[in-house]
């Protein structure tokens, strides 16, 4: 492996992190914070500049990519992404430094999941108690930032805006997107990255409009955008979306939600003039399919109880479009793995909670912005299951496993079934490892183990609806942080780096 092309890569992404880090401070300034905070903003965007900067002209030289330098390009860019994202928590916040690094990466890899709980312990020892509305706008603006520029992905854009990256460019991009599908659109691979970006800054400018008129200011409707694009969770809200008690708001973030939980080259040949492309898209029509069953059963089972609000407030006996109201948000939510929320969906009734658990292991349609295991590969996984079942009677049949009427070779069908059984794996493992560490009930440990490894954020149990993460040793914040990091990449792109062939 090239070691110094690695290095060099990674440390012109961790230059742009510092550049994009940098519209924080005047943010910052015009939002009122006090100039203190501007200014620490400004030094640590200056700080990653030069850093990065530095870096990358020392080890100057040839690129010659191959996969190998791919993997570890993308993995260690991510992971120093999220160091120096977190400078302005550090600096600023005042935060442990994994709790820093835990909040960026969950940022970055949109998962959502917050140490931010009212309640800051500071490096000194001292409490402060400050909840997510108290912090400061330009911290908070880049808190939400982490969000859009992980979603279509750090590398993504940076193979967009970076063409020394050349050839090397195709191994970069399919690392960090190594879903089951091909995304790429035109036969540049710097090409397809920009009309992927693109599609994405419109609907994001489309949806910050539609919640600037539902009465949200544009601090607001841009972060909650950078949330939603993002399908990762951050708000602006102790009570997240639910504070601000809107149902217009309500309804036009689950919409933009399912959206982003879709693949983006469907939107992409949409806006060309062919909207019938989605429900052609085999993925798309089970993905649909999935949210309105899961939608309305859920709906059914809330009417006539109780919700209470992720704001704290008590709706009595709620009738249909009420259920279906909160019902709808939380299951589109969940499923695209945003983890926005506006109710406590850990005092539902348990058929609602275990099947919101469900839907965290399946996560949006490939070449989207959510995480899970993607419905392309349960897709195929059901598929594979019927045709091992056929061939029970007919043993001599050849299993021909197709997706949107094209055959599905048998390579792929091996890799997604070694990432079922990784993924299940990797749950199964980081949830002991939670108990081995302090966290001392099965279903708190189970189901933060999958909010993260499924970047999705709220779990049940004490890291429900209104939790977060804060109360949590620092070696099991590690642990959520790695998970974080393997569920964003989809985990071969960073269990690679552990064969000693890879170097």
């Given at each position: 492996?090239?070691?110094?092309?690695?290095?060099?890569?990674?440390?012109?992404?961790?230059?742009?992190?510092?550049?994009?880090?940098?519209?924080?401070?005047?943010?910052?300034?015009?939002?009122?914070?006090?100039?203190?905070?501007?200014?620490?903003?400004?030094?640590?965007?200056?700080?990653?500049?030069?850093?990065?900067?530095?870096?990358?002209?020392?080890?100057?030289?040839?690129?010659?990519?191959?996969?190998?330098?791919?993997?570890?390009?993308?993995?260690?860019?991510?992971?120093?992404?999220s160091i120096f994202g977190g400078l302005p928590l550090y600096v600023i916040g005042g935060v442990h430094w994994y709790d820093a690094i835990f909040e960026t990466m969950s940022g970055f890899t949109t998962t959502g999941a917050s140490i931010l709980d009212g309640t800051l312990v500071l490096r000194n020892g001292t409490t402060l108690s400050s909840g997510i509305a108290d912090m400061p706008a330009g911290v908070l603006y880049w808190r939400s930032l982490t969000h859009w520029l992980g979603g279509m992905g750090i590398v993504v854009l940076s193979v967009a805006i970076l063409p020394f990256l050349g050839?090397?460019?195709?191994?970069?991009?399919?690392?960090?997107?190594?879903?089951?599908?091909?995304?790429?659109?035109?036969?540049?691979?710097?090409?397809?990255?920009?009309?992927?970006?693109?599609?994405?800054?419109?609907?994001?400018?489309?949806?910050?409009?539609?919640?600037?008129?539902?009465?949200?200011?544009?601090?607001?409707?841009?972060?909650?955008?950078?949330?939603?694009?993002?399908?990762?969770?951050?708000?602006?809200?102790?009570?997240?979306?639910?504070?601000?008690?809107?149902?217009?708001?309500?309804?036009?973030?689950?919409?933009?939600?399912?959206?982003?939980?879709?693949?983006?080259?469907?939107?992409?040949?949409?806006?060309?003039?062919?909207?019938?492309?989605?429900?052609?898209?085999?993925?798309?029509?089970?993905?649909?399919?999935?949210?309105?069953?899961?939608?309305?059963?859920?709906?059914?089972?809330?009417?006539?109880?109780?919700?209470?609000?992720?704001?704290?407030?008590?709706?009595?006996?709620?009738?249909?479009?009420?259920?279906?109201?909160?019902?709808?948000?939380?299951?589109?939510?969940?499923?695209?793995?945003?983890?926005?929320?506006?109710?406590?969906?850990?005092?539902?009734?348990?058929?609602?909670?275990?099947?919101?658990?469900?839907?965290?292991?399946?996560?949006?349609?490939?070449?989207?912005?959510?995480?899970?295991?993607?419905?392309?590969?349960?897709?195929?996984?059901?598929?594979?299951?019927?045709?091992?079942?056929?061939?029970?009677?007919?043993?001599?049949?050849?299993?021909?496993?197709?997706?949107?009427?094209?055959?599905?070779?048998?390579?792929?069908?091996?890799?997604?079934?070694?990432?079922?059984?990784?993924?299940?794996?990797?749950?199964?493992?980081?949830?002991?490892?939670?108990?081995?560490?302090?966290?001392?009930?099965?279903?708190?440990?189970?189901?933060?183990?999958?909010?993260?490894?499924?970047?999705?954020?709220?779990?049940?149990?004490?890291?429900?609806?209104?939790?977060?993460?804060?109360?949590?040793?620092?070696?099991?914040?590690?642990?959520?942080?790695?998970?974080?990091?393997?569920?964003?990449?989809?985990?071969?792109?960073?269990?690679?780096?552990?064969?000693?062939?890879?170097?």
């Amino acid at each position: 492996m090239n070691i110094r092309m690695v290095i060099r890569v990674v440390s012109s992404l961790v230059a742009v992190i510092g550049l994009f880090m940098a519209t924080s401070a005047p943010v910052s300034w015009v939002m009122g914070d006090p100039s203190r905070v501007s200014w620490m903003l400004l030094a640590c965007s200056v700080g990653t500049m030069l850093v990065g900067s530095l870096v990358s002209r020392m080890t100057r030289g040839a690129l010659q990519f191959t996969f190998r330098e791919g993997f570890a390009i993308v993995t260690f860019g991510w992971l120093f992404a999220s160091i120096f994202g977190g400078l302005p928590l550090y600096v600023i916040g005042g935060v442990h430094w994994y709790d820093a690094i835990f909040e960026t990466m969950s940022g970055f890899t949109t998962t959502g999941a917050s140490i931010l709980d009212g309640t800051l312990v500071l490096r000194n020892g001292t409490t402060l108690s400050s909840g997510i509305a108290d912090m400061p706008a330009g911290v908070l603006y880049w808190r939400s930032l982490t969000h859009w520029l992980g979603g279509m992905g750090i590398v993504v854009l940076s193979v967009a805006i970076l063409p020394f990256l050349g050839i090397g460019s195709q191994q970069l991009f399919h690392a960090e997107v190594p879903g089951p599908t091909s995304d790429q659109l035109t036969p540049k691979i710097a090409d397809s990255a920009k009309i992927l970006w693109a599609v994405y800054v419109l609907l994001s400018v489309v949806e910050t409009g539609l919640l600037m008129g539902g009465g949200m200011s544009l601090f607001d409707a841009w972060c909650h955008t950078c949330g939603t694009m993002a399908t990762g969770g951050f708000s602006t809200q102790q009570a997240s979306v639910g504070g601000f008690n809107s149902a217009y708001i309500d309804g036009v973030i689950t919409l933009f939600m399912f959206l982003a939980g879709a693949n983006f080259v469907l939107h992409f040949r949409a806006l060309r003039g062919k909207p019938l492309t989605f429900f052609r898209d085999e993925e798309f029509r089970f993905y649909f399919l999935l949210a309105v069953v899961a939608t309305l059963s859920v709906t059914v089972k809330l009417m006539g109880g109780d919700i209470i609000t992720s704001a704290g407030a008590r709706l009595h006996n709620v009738g249909f479009f009420t259920a279906l109201r909160y019902g709808s948000f939380q299951v589109v939510s969940i499923l695209t793995t945003t983890g926005f929320v506006t109710a406590d969906f850990n005092l539902w009734p348990a058929y609602c909670a275990l099947l919101l658990v469900v839907l965290m292991f399946i996560g949006g349609c490939a070449g989207s912005t959510g995480g899970g295991m993607k419905v392309a590969r349960l897709v195929l996984l059901i598929k594979y299951s019927i045709a091992q079942i056929e061939r029970c009677v007919f043993r001599r049949s050849v299993s021909n496993v197709r997706l949107n009427r094209e055959r599905v070779d048998t390579a792929t069908l091996h890799k997604t079934l070694g990432f079922f059984f990784l993924f299940v794996g990797l749950f199964v493992a980081s949830s002991l490892a939670l108990c081995l560490l302090g966290v001392d009930d099965v279903v708190t440990a189970s189901s933060a183990s999958i909010a993260a490894l499924g970047n999705i954020g709220p779990g049940l149990g004490k890291v429900g609806a209104v939790c977060t993460y804060a109360w949590m040793s620092p070696p099991a914040k590690g642990v959520l942080t790695f998970m974080m990091l393997l569920g964003r990449l989809e985990l071969y792109t960073v269990l690679v780096l552990f064969l000693r062939s890879s170097y």
